[in-house]
């Protein structure tokens, strides 16, 4: 694919529009966070008749940036690629404003535990879940929402939520990763929801792919996808062998590994690093080089098998 030429197309008062190849332009809501980045971004994917990609969080100014960017376009349908109140809260107000259809997996924790919408035990990230959400079509691998001169196809990648969709946009050989693969850091595996096996998994799946770019809703894009993905599986490779060799030291609980692998890491982060250990150790306990004193969870301790 030829270089994006990114530059600014409007400017808002609270978010400017950037048109980032001749299909795609990007709204970034004003939510920087230590989980966010510089914000969250929404995506308009066509001309005329357009799709939303993740309308993003609950904020009047991103909302209203939004719309003001797809004033006099038909919106096809909102796309959202899981269901983190970053991602998916602006899909009410977006679907009021313009009567689109919301697409999207299903409600929080659909694909893992039925449609319950049963809020995640255990600390929250900042990113926690939108229990409301309920998409009107639900997408699975391969379904697909087409409009003039674009087609984005959904595939299915659980790890970092059950319900989590990347979308691909064949015209642009790009794929808009979501979450599960961002732009500037590795996504967090925040267990019961957040899986490790699973998200190990949806990175390879991903590695079958030939998408020239992808389009993360956190981060810039990412021009080299595999190697950007292979470099994601050594980091939790690493990090995994990290946790086995910290447990053979003698160190049993996640407040001990948390402190001897993440070293520096702030106080504010370390709720979201224990869930991170956390998905490791559930992960490594089904596998069965790990065992613990009960059932894998934040107060448990854990030794080599």
């Known amino acids: 694919m030829a270089e994006i030429q990114f530059h600014r197309e409007l400017a808002f008062r609270y978010a400017v529009l950037e048109t980032l190849s001749p299909l795609v332009r990007r709204v970034v809501a004003r939510n920087p966070s230590p989980f966010t980045f510089k914000g969250t971004a929404t995506f308009i994917v066509g001309r005329g008749r357009v799709a939303v990609v993740d309308p993003g969080p609950d904020l009047p100014e991103h909302i209203a940036a939004l719309l003001t960017a797809l004033r006099g376009e038909s919106v096809e349908g909102i796309l959202v690629t899981h269901t983190h109140r970053d991602h998916s809260p602006a899909a009410a107000a977006v679907k009021a404003a313009t009567g689109a259809v919301t697409y999207g997996y299903g409600p929080h924790g659909s694909g893992s535990r039925g449609d319950s919408g049963r809020a995640p035990s255990g600390p929250a990230v900042e990113e926690g879940g939108d229990l409301a959400f309920v998409p009107d079509v639900r997408m699975a691998e391969g379904d697909a929402l087409s409009g003039p001169g674009w087609r984005m196809t959904a595939v299915h990648t659980p790890g970092h939520t059950s319900n989590h969709l990347c ?135 854990y030794r080599l098998r």
Do not use: C
């Open 167 to 301: 979308f691909a946009l064949a015209e642009e050989r790009i794929l808009f990763s979501g979450d599960h693969v961002m732009g500037w850091s590795t996504s967090v595996i925040a267990p019961p929801d957040g899986d490790m096996a699973a998200y190990m998994r949806s990175l390879e799946k991903l590695l079958a792919r030939e998408d020239a770019l992808y389009m993360p809703t956190h981060g810039p894009a990412i021009p080299d996808p595999k190697a950007h993905v292979q470099a994601f599986i050594a980091h939790r490779k690493a990090r995994r062998a990290a946790i086995l060799r910290h447990l053979a030291q003698g160190k049993h609980s996640i407040p001990e590994l948390v402190a001897a692998i993440y070293v520096g890491l702030p106080e504010n982060l370390r709720a979201a690093a224990g869930r991170s250990v956390l998905a490791h150790l559930i992960e490594l306990s089904a596998a069965g080089e790990v065992a613990a004193d009960r059932a894998p969870e934040m107060n448990a301790h």
